[in-house]
């Protein structure tokens, strides 16, 4: 498999698959094609999500999705990115980003160099700080680098803003020009970017709602999602697309487990939904063949994340050993049912 890296800061692609547009997806196939896709990947879209997440493309609006840690917000957006085989623009919401980070910089070194070997080659100064001013010595930020790489390449990039909720005032701010106009403009250089809005990044803004609320002009600009965590019947089948290759015991063990653990009270940091994919995947890994007490200890670190929950856990194991092992009778049809279905790519609302 040939791995195409397309610039600094953005995730590869496979160089031997074709890229796939998402809007040409959507609109010859509508959100049942779209669905199929996400699932080639594991991921098992609600039927909700997957409706606003068609808007969303077709419109070349940011789609904003809010939701709990664990709810799947992130692994839509790498999902959507791995099904279509195309490029990530990744930008990490947090306090301290700056113009270069998000917009643009210029390569004050590189030009510097420039116009001192321009002179020494006979090049007047003047001509010299004019040319300094190229696309030699621009720098793309994350954010007009997804919209600039859609205008020079004709793909359609993914673009994450991560923890948007995160971000200062004055970075949404440049974020709201460029999401409104798909271009931005730089001084002595020109615009950059893509204005045709059907040729737009497919921007995603990812948000656990805990810090300070967006401003009323950037969600006016979004389609808007509040991803809900998904039900104890929703993780089952989401466990199995996952994992595919995990047992019916296995996927019983951790739904369980998972059920189990959310109802004891005295846990602070509940485990999620990543944190069951990652006990099934080792459970898998290490051909777990029964759940006692000591297995359970053993891999105690991949769903207890505080020490006062690993350690309440750990008096706990008697319990939780108890359920894992013993029939439910809704989680145990569950799995029947999902294991026995050939293909299911959407969750029902």
């Known amino acids: ?94 306090e301290g980003l700056e113009l270069e980070d998000v917009l643009y910089s210029w390569d004050r070194e590189g ?16 001509d010299a700080r004019a040319q300094q001013w190229g696309s030699d010595y621009l720098l793309f930020g994350e954010a007009l680098g997804a919209f600039e790489y859609a205008a020079r390449t004709g793909k359609v990039p993914i673009l994450i803003v991560d923890e948007v ?24 250089y020109g615009d950059v970017g893509e204005k045709d809005p059907a040729c737009w990044p497919i921007v995603v803004l990812l948000s656990n709602d805990i810090r300070h609320d967006l401003s009323a002009p950037m969600r006016s600009r979004c389609v808007y999602t509040w991803m809900d965590m998904p039900s104890a019947r929703e993780e089952v089948a989401i466990l199995c697309a996952r994992v595919p290759d995990a047992s019916g015991a296995a996927v019983r063990w951790v739904a369980k487990l998972l059920d189990c653990i959310r109802a004891i009270p005295g846990v602070q940091d509940k485990p999620a939904l990543r944190e069951g994919i ?45 359920a894992v092992n013993d029939p439910h009778e809704e989680i145990d049809g569950w799995v029947d049912q999902v294991l026995s279905e050939s293909k299911r790519f959407v969750i029902a609302a």
């Open 165 to 188: 909720d995160k971000l200062q005032d004055r970075i949404e701010d440049m974020l709201l020009q460029l999401f409104g106009r798909g271009y931005a403009h730089v001084p002595r």
């Open 278 to 322: 990652a006990l099934l995947n080792a459970f898998m890994r290490d051909g777990v063949r029964i759940v006692d007490e000591g297995v359970l200890t053993s891999y105690l670190c991949l769903f207890a994340k505080r020490r006062g929950d690993r350690s309440y856990l750990q008096q706990s194991m008697a319990r939780i050993e108890l």
């Open 1 to 94: 498999m040939e791995i195409e890296l397309h610039g600094e800061g953005m995730n590869p692609t496979v160089s031997n698959k074709p890229s796939i547009n998402p809007r040409r997806v959507v609109n010859d196939g509508g959100a049942a094609a779209l669905a199929n896709l996400l699932a080639a990947t594991g991921y098992m879209v609600q039927e909700r999500v997957l409706s606003d997440l068609v808007q969303a493309i077709k419109s070349g609006a940011p789609h904003l999705i809010e939701g709990e840690r664990g709810s799947g917000k992130t692994a839509l957006a790498e999902a959507l990115a791995e099904a279509c085989n195309l490029p990530i623009f990744y930008l990490q919401g947090m």
């Open 111 to 126: 030009q510097s160099q420039f116009v001192r070997q321009a002179i020494a080659s006979g090049m007047k100064l003047a």
